[in-house]
């Protein structure tokens, strides 16, 4: 009974265990429909009954269907006449398969949705070119001769541009004349007719929306170059500059600088002024002879710019810092000695790694939500429009307004917060590695460098147990004040630029000055913030007090030692960012190769433009590679304050500094090492 009694509690266990990976599967399957969703409302338009194109759940459904297609060519020249009540987002709009174009020897007709009369499935309208107009009564032929529906002629060629019909204002003269001949209407041929819909095409919105998109599409590039290159290469670097940390000075300067020159040479390929691969806004094929620009192209344009400017500035600067880099080596060797010693720190960062990697993982999706969770509302227009419906049999003049996203204020609060809980939150988790590392290295030094072979782990470990028991509190208020700060300066830049927009025309000298310097003070208090977080971190993990007090310890300590922090540390820390920019640019590169296939250059995949991604992927490196490269920096910084801090209680001289440190930080010996050489 026992044995019987077991295998009923085994059987149990089974079943719930086998419901339970049910339950998670069919969650995940949700939350993966959910994401598409998003997608969808990020990527493609809506039609004139609220539908979003390519979408499943739509009334027909449009799953085959996600090119934006305008029927009614007047009333998108209406739409962008001045001072007209007509907007473009109440042009009745269908989606289609791909663009249609004017026949070569006749007239084509696009027809709305079949239903009502037309006994016609969404296939056969598909397979019809949708083109049911000979299907028609006498009545829906004189009311589509009124551009009023069901059918509506193809006059104008058009090219599929991100998911909508880019009208070229090149009317077909064959079709026109058909058309003329079949008693038609007048329709308007003006430029218009292609500026306005390139105008709402290449809106903030829209551009803004689509960036969110090549996100979500990109993904397996966020992850292979935002997560695992990055780690890969952070830890080959941290091995380097353990057993070959003579020369990675030089090896740094000059990597850093051949990658800058290699990714400012994609931006100008993308950008069009390099070889024959730019950057194209059409979806598919499309004349060669017909050039359409975007508002991506123009941000690629200006990134490369930047990227030059870049790219001189490094050489320059790398060239002004080649006689001091000896200056680096021997603080740098100092790191590699403690990272020897206490092995586990190379090891370490991998664990603030994983805990960031799954935060933005929920994150990055909770992002493609906030940016698609508008609700789809009609619009409230005041035009005087009819169209025919086919449910109704008649041409019906009351429902003339289209559809529209429409954003409620406390979705902008909400998607404000998410921005800066991420900016906090990884503040967060960097300060809580920093501390941790600068416990372990703290530990090392008051422990005068004799530590045995299985103190390694336990130092880190213990380190980490005392953040988690005492200083989780004052790291949070750290990383507060600094996400603060960055944040009252975002938001003052936005209101700077905005007030620019308002009133460019009477800015005064004055004005532009108090802005300029403004920016600059606010530049200032945040860079000091920053260096007085780090270093209070490491007095936090040393003597145990809270932010404050450990912020003007540390405080104290860099004052009265500012000489010889100075001389040693600066270059230092230029080398070790120098290090992180390798990783974060080597990372853009290979996001820039990845993104180059065929994959994301075609079909539904295709992303708006490379810049997001690469931005993204190579920010994403850069944290990954500061969490790696802290243990070098903090383990320099905590040495060094605990120098400082040993020779003043002490008087003047430290009793626990091992003799490596003694010969690097040593005044007088720094002294001759400047000014007499090697």
């Excluded at 975007?294 to 006689?323: D, N, P, Y």
């Excluded at 004799?450 to 989780?472: A, C, G, M, N, Q």
């Excluded at 007095?539 to 007090?545: E, Q, S, V």
Aim: charge should be neutral; proline fraction near 4%.
């Amino acid at each position: 009974m026992a044995g019987e009694g077991r295998s009923h509690e085994a059987g149990s266990l089974d079943v719930g265990a086998g419901c339970d990976l049910g339950l998670l599967f069919v969650r995940r399957r949700e939350e993966r429909t959910t994401e598409e969703r998003a997608l969808l409302g990020l990527t493609y338009e809506l039609d004139y009954k609220g539908n979003i194109c390519g979408s499943r759940h739509g009334d027909p459904d449009l799953h085959e269907l996600d090119v934006r297609y305008w029927m009614n060519p007047n009333q998108v020249y209406q739409s962008g006449v001045k001072d007209n009540k007509i907007n473009l987002a109440d042009a009745k709009a269908i989606c289609l398969m791909e663009c249609p174009i004017p026949a070569a020897d006749g007239l084509n007709f696009v027809c709305d949705y079949p239903e009502g009369d037309i006994r016609l499935s969404i296939d056969d309208w598909i397979n019809r070119d949708y083109d049911y107009f000979e299907f028609l009564t006498p009545d829906m032929r004189n009311s589509s001769l009124q551009l009023q529906g069901p059918c509506y002629p193809v006059i104008f060629p058009s090219v599929n541009v991100y998911w909508s019909c880019q009208f070229i204002a090149r009317a077909s003269n064959v079709s026109l004349k058909h058309w003329q001949q079949m008693g038609g209407i007048n329709i308007d041929e003006n430029i218009l007719i292609d500026k306005t819909i390139h105008k709402a095409i290449n809106s903030k919105s829209s551009v803004l929306k689509r960036y969110v998109a090549d996100i979500g599409k990109s993904w397996p590039v966020l992850i292979v170059c935002g997560g695992l290159l990055p780690l890969f290469l952070s830890v080959i670097w941290l091995l380097l500059i353990r057993y070959f940390v003579a020369a990675m000075p030089w090896i740094t300067v000059v990597l850093f600088n051949a990658l800058v020159i290699s990714v400012t040479m994609f931006f100008y390929i993308k950008a069009g002024w390099l070889g024959n691969d730019p950057l194209t806004v059409v979806i598919g094929e499309s004349d060669p002879y017909v050039h359409i620009t975007g508002r991506e192209i123009s941000h690629l344009h200006a990134a490369t710019v930047v990227m030059t400017v870049v790219m001189i500035i490094a050489f320059l600067s790398s060239i002004a810092i080649i006689r001091r880099i000896l200056i680096a080596t021997p603080v740098l060797k100092v790191a590699a000695k403690v990272i020897g010693e206490v092995q586990a720190l190379i090891i370490f960062p991998v664990v603030p790694y994983f805990i960031l990697a799954i935060f933005y993982m929920f994150w990055f999706s909770a992002t493609l939500h906030l940016f698609s969770s508008g609700q789809v509302l009609r619009n409230d227009c005041n035009t005087d429009c009819c169209s025919y419906d086919l449910k109704l049999g008649k041409v019906n003049c009351d429902n003339c307004c289209g559809y529209s996203i429409h954003y409620t204020p406390h979705i902008g609060i909400a998607i404000l917060f998410h921005l800066f809980g991420c900016y906090w939150a990884t503040q967060f988790f960097i300060a809580c590695s920093s501390t941790v590392i600068a416990g372990s290295v703290a530990s090392y030094y008051w422990a005068r460098g004799e530590i045995s072979h299985d103190i390694p782990f336990v130092t880190v470990v213990s380190s980490l147990k005392r953040l988690l028991r005492y200083s989780l509190g004052s790291v949070a208020i750290g990383s507060l004040v600094v996400s603060a700060v960055e944040w009252v300066r975002f938001i003052l830049e936005c209101l700077r630029r905005k007030l620019k927009l308002f009133d460019s025309a009477r800015e005064s000298c004055f004005g532009k000055m108090t802005s300029s310097s403004s920016q600059c003070c606010l530049g200032c208090i945040d860079w000091t913030l920053k260096s007085v977080n780090r270093n209070a971190y490491i007095m936090i993990a040393i003597t145990g007090k809270g932010f404050f007090k450990a912020s003007v310890l540390a405080t104290g300590l860099i004052m009265n030692n500012i000489l010889r922090i100075g001389k040693v540390n600066v270059i230092g820390d230029v080398i070790l960012f120098l290090g992180k920019l390798c990783v974060s640019l080597f990372c853009a590169l290979f996001a820039f190769l990845m993104l180059d296939t065929h994959k994301y250059k075609s079909a539904h995949n295709k992303i708006s433009s490379p810049l997001v991604p690469v931005v993204v992927s190579w920010a994403l490196g850069f944290i990954v590679a500061k969490l790696f490269f802290q243990v070098v920096e903090m383990s320099i910084d905590t040495i060094i304050l605990s120098f400082c801090q040993d020779s003043e209680e002490h008087q003047g001289n430290a009793q626990y500094a091992p003799p490596l440190l003694v010969e690097t930080l040593d005044e007088q010996s720094e002294l001759h090492r400047l000014t007499q050489g090697p």
